[in-house]
């Protein structure tokens, strides 16, 4: 049966195989069920970890890693952390999935914030970091980094998901912390590996899915619809193997922003009086940027063995995306005529991006072997054209303007050894890697925003930044129940060509910035250690460097109305990263489970927060000087509880992340501080629970639960009303599925996200219950 695999460290060998997957749960407010399903699941267990104990004298040890093609990515590397990991199979028999990042919705600790089906601003938050620190994690697509590293926000800086199509991938693991010294210092918060499928045969697919949501807020209501479709080709023949895949969406988004304002205009009525996320009055005026996107992938991966010990793969992929966002106006005159204020806006967004990568690696399992790889990801055409025009008229034209990212992209060239000297213990990898990214964003004035051209100059950031870096880990079996790894990378890093320019009225204020750089060695450590027949503890440690990323260095701030420019010489994160983590495997496979202790602090964090400029406050990035993050995580896997093809899967996890020290931080409330306060977007608690039952090989059917305490957005957590728009609610929600397999070409599902339709802002407000369908036939 398909499960959701719990995350463990991946130095054990006692991993549950390939065609499991992950998850987690617990509602802090235990309900009897759960506590009645937690101590069937462990009296079990006890029972059968009873029953299974022999008298023995053989030493506790830790086997040899032998896998071959589909293990989990920490496993083929030999790589310390903690690892979660969701395979194809188990989500397609458990989760609704309508994009790749979907596959995430239950491993522990993770949440990616999709605000909508078709979402392009789709973060990855971890254990330890939030939805707006999209640097702060690492998400791969066959070794492409997928992570936009332009930025470190929800915005242009959010992962590129939608390189890969759902019926693509063969697997997704998770990596927790800094602790392998192939990552860069972004790995500090996880490391996302996508692994795509290659064809042992021909093989062809069709899925069609469909989804609704109907959704109410504020006093309006409407049904956003979505559809989605995906074909897939592959085949091997003789050294050389291909698949090419193409996927079209078309999907309509309930509203995502809101107007407000401190009155309701003179005259008018509808205005919703409500509070902001500060406690203070105000009137939700209309919703914003009801969104509809239509988006096209293409992708093609082709591989040929010019030897069966010698590999080269060539990926390339093309996304396209149109989409329309309008407003809708909740205000009436008198005669009840819908009536516009000068907040009202339409926008039309044109994008079009490329992926490339190139890659050879020998694979002889011998004393050596070698890999070199090279990626690209850039935007050949990224236009987002706003109306600034008065509403109604600005809906059929009139001024705009038009932001154009085309050319923002990045490039990384990789180089790998591994070592493996004979009649030795250990395994010595080592490798080089050096990346790029370009960061171009001017804005431009137009007389039209629908069909207009370029006008005068209105603001520019742009800028690049450069990362060199060597560095090597010795996995050594000190003893057979002792493992050790030590690693450690060595950067240099570089920001340069950065430059502003903003405009106030007729004048033109233009910034070239200094180049700056930094250097530094991140060291790491694990040991590993069998301490018993289907234990293993796990102590880990390790320092990582986050250096700013372009548009953290080089944004333009809105100050008064006047576009400013903030400090580009901001300091890279000094993070040290430990984790202690427990395993215990259940007998004859039935599951297992883990507790983690962690502690994460950082130097120099780089947080949005209010400061003054001059004679004036404006909110940028700054480096505050001192956070930590500390908590316990426990994960388990329980099959065949109760009866057979009945499975349990969930996780809980606790973080006390804090600021300690803040000298940048200026009170915008009289008596407020940061010091002492809770690190901003990470909650004190999240939890799931995945129970799946499959009676048969035919049907499938599945509960889930995710849960989220609230967060603050400010570092002062002056931000204590969470239910409105641009607050953070805390929130439970469950989805449920039922996948039927009608014969061995054919299968259908129905799902639910959002089952008891939860009503929740994360910032923005989140989707309502939403039903899908999907119809798919494999050849």
Same mark, same amino acid.
């Given at each position: 049966?398909?499960?959701?695999?719990?995350?463990?460290?991946?130095?054990?060998?006692?991993?549950?195989?390939?065609?499991?997957?992950?998850?987690?749960?617990?509602?802090?407010?235990?309900?009897?069920?759960?506590?009645?399903?937690?101590?069937?699941?462990?009296?079990?267990?006890?029972?059968?970890?009873?029953?299974?104990?022999?008298?023995?004298?053989?030493?506790?040890?830790?086997?040899?890693?032998?896998?071959?093609?589909?293990?989990?990515?920490?496993?083929?590397?030999?790589?310390?952390?903690?690892?979660?990991?969701?395979?194809?199979?188990?989500?397609?028999?458990?989760?609704?999935?309508?994009?790749?990042?979907?596959?995430?919705?239950?491993?522990?600790?993770?949440?990616?914030?999709?605000?909508?089906?078709?979402?392009?601003?789709?973060?990855?938050?971890?254990?330890?970091?939030?939805?707006?620190?999209?640097?702060?994690?690492?998400?791969?697509?066959?070794?492409?980094?997928?992570?936009?590293?332009?930025?470190?926000?929800?915005?242009?800086?959010?992962?590129?998901?939608?390189?890969?199509?759902?019926?693509?991938?063969?697997?997704?693991?998770?990596?927790?912390?800094?602790?392998?010294?192939?990552?860069?210092?972004?790995?500090?918060?996880?490391?996302?590996?996508?692994?795509?499928?290659?064809?042992?045969?021909?093989?062809?697919?069709?899925?069609?899915?469909?989804?609704?949501?109907?959704?109410?807020?504020?006093?309006?209501?409407?049904?956003?619809?979505?559809?989605?479709?995906?074909?897939?080709?592959?085949?091997?023949?003789?050294?050389?193997?291909?698949?090419?895949?193409?996927?079209?969406?078309?999907?309509?988004?309930?509203?995502?922003?809101?107007?407000?304002?401190?009155?309701?205009?003179?005259?008018?009525?509808?205005?919703?009086?409500?509070?902001?996320?500060?406690?203070?009055?105000?009137?939700?005026?209309?919703?914003?940027?009801?969104?509809?996107?239509?988006?096209?992938?293409?992708?093609?991966?082709?591989?040929?063995?010019?030897?069966?010990?010698?590999?080269?793969?060539?990926?390339?992929?093309?996304?396209?995306?149109?989409?329309?966002?309008?407003?809708?106006?909740?205000?009436?005159?008198?005669?009840?005529?819908?009536?516009?204020?000068?907040?009202?806006?339409?926008?039309?967004?044109?994008?079009?991006?490329?992926?490339?990568?190139?890659?050879?690696?020998?694979?002889?399992?011998?004393?050596?072997?070698?890999?070199?790889?090279?990626?690209?990801?850039?935007?050949? /055409?990224?236009?987002?054209? +706003?109306? $600034?025009?008065?509403?109604?008229?600005?809906? #059929? %034209? *009139?001024? @705009? !303007?038009? =932001?154009?990212?085309?050319?923002?992209?990045?490039?990384?060239?990789?180089?790998?050894?591994?070592?493996?000297?004979?009649?030795?213990?250990?395994?010595?990898?080592?490798?080089?890697?050096?990346? /790029?990214?370009?960061?171009? +964003?001017? $804005?431009?004035?137009?007389?039209?925003?629908? #069909? %207009? *051209?370029? @006008? !005068?100059? =209105?603001?520019?950031?742009?800028?690049?930044?450069?990362?060199?870096?060597?560095?090597?880990?010795?996995?050594?079996?000190?003893?057979?129940?002792?493992?050790?790894?030590?690693?450690?990378?060595?950067?240099?890093?570089?920001?340069?060509?950065?430059?502003?320019?903003?405009?106030?009225?007729?004048?033109?204020?233009?910034?070239?910035?200094?180049?700056?750089?930094?250097?530094?060695?991140?060291?790491?450590?694990?040991?590993?250690?069998?301490?018993?027949?289907?234990?293993?503890?796990?102590?880990?440690?390790?320092?990582?460097?986050?250096?700013?990323?372009?548009?953290?260095?080089?944004?333009?701030?809105?100050?008064?109305?006047?576009?400013?420019?903030?400090?580009?010489?901001?300091?890279?994160?000094?993070?040290?990263?430990?984790?202690?983590?427990?395993?215990?495997?259940?007998?004859?496979?039935?599951?297992?489970?883990?507790?983690?202790?962690?502690?994460?602090?950082?130097?120099?964090?780089?947080?949005?927060?209010?400061?003054?400029?001059?004679?004036?406050?404006?909110?940028?990035?700054?480096?505050?000087?001192?956070?930590?993050?500390?908590?316990?995580?426990?994960?388990?896997?329980?099959?065949?509880?109760?009866?057979?093809?009945?499975?349990?899967?969930?996780?809980?996890?606790?973080?006390?992340?804090?600021?300690?020290?803040?000298?940048?931080?200026?009170?915008?409330?009289?008596?407020?501080?940061?010091?002492?306060?809770?690190?901003?977007?990470?909650?004190?608690?999240?939890?799931?629970?995945?129970?799946?039952?499959?009676?048969?090989?035919?049907?499938?059917?599945?509960?889930?639960?995710?849960?989220?305490?609230?967060?603050?957005?400010?570092?002062?957590?002056?931000?204590?009303?969470?239910?409105?728009?641009?607050?953070?609610?805390?929130?439970?929600?469950?989805?449920?599925?039922?996948?039927?397999?009608?014969?061995?070409?054919?299968?259908?599902?129905?799902?639910?996200?959002?089952?008891?339709?939860?009503?929740?802002?994360?910032?923005?407000?989140?989707?309502?219950?939403?039903?899908?369908?999907?119809?798919?036939?494999?050849?």
């Amino acid at each position: 049966m398909n499960t959701l695999l719990v995350s463990s460290p991946s130095s054990s060998s006692r991993s549950p195989s390939p065609s499991q997957s992950s998850s987690r749960f617990i509602d802090l407010r235990p309900s009897p069920l759960l506590l009645a399903m937690l101590c069937a699941w462990s009296g079990s267990a006890l029972a059968q970890q009873t029953g299974s104990e022999t008298a023995s004298s053989e030493p506790t040890a830790l086997p040899t890693v032998e896998v071959h093609g589909s293990g989990s990515v920490a496993e083929r590397k030999q790589l310390p952390q903690t690892t979660a990991s969701v395979t194809a199979d188990a989500a397609a028999d458990s989760i609704n999935v309508t994009d790749s990042s979907d596959a995430l919705k239950y491993l522990p600790s993770l949440s990616v914030r999709k605000r909508y089906i078709g979402d392009t601003q789709s973060p990855l938050a971890t254990r330890t970091t939030g939805v707006n620190a999209s640097a702060r994690s690492l998400i791969y697509a066959d070794g492409i980094l997928l992570s936009a590293l332009v930025n470190n926000n929800n915005g242009n800086g959010s992962p590129r998901w939608f390189m890969v199509a759902p019926e693509e991938i063969e697997r997704i693991d998770v990596m927790y912390g800094p602790f392998a010294a192939e990552y860069p210092g972004n790995s500090y918060g996880a490391v996302t590996e996508i692994t795509t499928r290659m064809p042992q045969q021909f093989e062809a697919s069709i899925k069609a899915q469909y989804a609704q949501q109907d959704f109410s807020h504020y006093g309006a209501s409407g049904t956003y619809r979505a559809q989605e479709y995906n074909v897939g080709l592959g085949n091997r023949s003789g050294a050389l193997a291909w698949r090419f895949s193409v996927n079209h969406l078309d999907s309509y988004s309930q509203p995502v922003t809101y107007i407000t304002a401190a009155s309701a205009p003179a005259g008018t009525t509808g205005a919703v009086p409500t509070q902001d996320r500060t406690g203070k009055n105000l009137y939700v005026l209309g919703a914003g940027n009801l969104t509809h996107t239509v988006q096209d992938t293409a992708r093609l991966k082709v591989s040929y063995d010019f030897t069966p010990a010698l590999t080269a793969t060539y990926t390339l992929g093309f996304w396209q995306n149109q989409a329309h966002a309008n407003p809708q106006s909740f205000l009436n005159n008198a005669s009840g005529a819908t009536v516009y204020t000068s907040s009202f806006a339409s926008n039309d967004v044109d994008q079009q991006q490329w992926m490339q990568s190139l890659e050879l690696r020998s694979k002889t399992g011998g004393q050596w072997d070698w890999q070199v790889a090279a990626s690209t990801l850039s935007a050949s /055409r990224d236009l987002t054209r +706003t109306s $600034t025009t008065a509403f109604p008229a600005g809906q #059929s %034209g *009139g001024a @705009g !303007t038009i =932001a154009d990212a085309s050319g923002t992209g990045w490039s990384t060239v990789d180089a790998k050894g591994i070592w493996r000297p004979a009649g030795s213990a250990q395994v010595v990898s080592f490798g080089a890697h050096v990346d /790029r990214y370009t960061l171009a +964003t001017p $804005t431009w004035n137009t007389s039209n925003w629908i #069909s %207009g *051209g370029n @006008g !005068t100059l =209105a603001s520019d950031s742009r800028g690049k930044t450069e990362t060199s870096a060597l560095w090597a880990q010795d996995v050594w079996h000190l003893a057979p129940a002792l493992k050790a790894t030590l690693g450690a990378r060595y950067e240099w890093w570089r920001a340069f060509d950065g430059r502003n320019v903003s405009t106030s009225g007729t004048t033109v204020f233009a910034v070239n910035q200094p180049q700056v750089s930094h250097n530094g060695l991140s060291p790491k450590a694990s040991l590993a250690w069998a301490f018993a027949d289907d234990w293993m503890a796990t102590l880990s440690s390790g320092r990582a460097l986050r250096f700013p990323t372009v548009g953290e260095l080089y944004q333009n701030v809105l100050l008064n109305g006047v576009y400013l420019q903030a400090n580009p010489n901001l300091k890279p994160e000094k993070v040290w990263s430990t984790e202690l983590a427990i395993e215990k495997q259940l007998p004859q496979g039935r599951g297992k489970w883990r507790v983690s202790l962690f502690e994460e602090r950082v130097s120099d964090a780089l947080i949005s927060q209010t400061s003054t400029i001059g004679s004036g406050v404006a909110s940028f990035t700054q480096n505050v000087d001192r956070t930590r993050q500390r908590g316990i995580e426990a994960a388990f896997e329980r099959n065949d509880l109760f009866m057979r093809g009945f499975s349990l899967n969930g996780s809980v996890t606790w973080v006390d992340a804090r600021i300690l020290d803040n000298s940048s931080y200026v009170a915008t409330t009289a008596g407020a501080t940061s010091v002492g306060k809770r690190t901003p977007y990470v909650p004190e608690w999240r939890a799931t629970l995945v129970a799946s039952y499959k009676p048969d090989d035919r049907w499938t059917y599945t509960l889930a639960g995710r849960y989220s305490g609230r967060v603050y957005a400010t570092v002062d957590n002056t931000d204590i009303n969470t239910h409105t728009y641009q607050g953070f609610d805390g929130y439970t929600v469950f989805d449920a599925r039922v996948r039927y397999r009608i014969d061995r070409h054919w299968s259908a599902a129905l799902g639910v996200d959002n089952l008891t339709n939860r009503d929740y802002f994360l910032f923005h407000p989140f989707p309502q219950r939403t039903v899908l369908a999907e119809l798919k036939y494999d050849f």
